[in-house]
């Protein structure tokens, strides 16, 4: 079970997962499957490995706009 910190808010909190990939961790913390994760600081995929300290950053882009 690795311990990570996850960015929340303003900062990184500590979290224990189960989970010992970026896809897993999907899963157990709801992440949509359309966010971009990075780990660290670079953008990971899926199968990308969790490991005791990782920072780790999720967003999800869901924003619209335009004009009528």
Do not use: C, W, Y
Request: charged share 20%; hydrophobic share 30%; glycine share 20%.
């Amino acid at each position: 079970m690795p311990d990570i910190k996850i960015l929340e808010g303003g900062g990184f909190v500590d979290h224990s997962v189960t989970s010992t990939t970026v896809g897993g961790l999907r899963t157990e913390k709801s992440i949509p499957q359309g966010s971009s994760i990075s780990v660290g600081g670079r953008t990971v995929g899926d199968d990308h490995g969790l490991t005791d300290g990782d920072l780790v950053a999720a967003v999800h882009n869901d924003k619209t706009g335009g004009t009528e």
